[in-house]
């Protein structure tokens, strides 16, 4: 998977991962294309590891289902360091 397909890959979990979490997030596009990025690795990283998934293609199904995941678990770590509560305003 090329870098500019990556990024997207990144952006596009980490908006789907702030619309599944309850809450509010803080953060604009630049934190979600961060935090989509960081949470596409572990996802990848995690998937490889676990169940020797081949993340190297971006119309997957694995490949998007692992980076969503990924990203969920880093926004429940962002949210535990910021202190960010789950409760909407």
Do not use: C, E, H
Request: charged content about 10%.
């Amino acid at each position: 998977m090329g870098f500019f397909a990556f990024l997207l890959l990144g952006l596009i979990a980490g908006a789907i991962a702030k619309a599944i979490l309850p809450g509010r997030q803080g953060g604009g596009w630049i934190a979600t294309l961060i935090l989509g990025v960081v949470g596409a690795l572990l996802g990848g990283w995690l998937g490889s590891v676990i169940f020797d998934a081949d993340i190297n293609r971006f119309w997957s199904l694995q490949s998007w289902l692992l980076a969503i995941g990924g990203s969920l678990i880093v926004l429940v770590i962002y949210g535990a360091l910021t202190g960010r509560k789950g409760a909407r305003a």
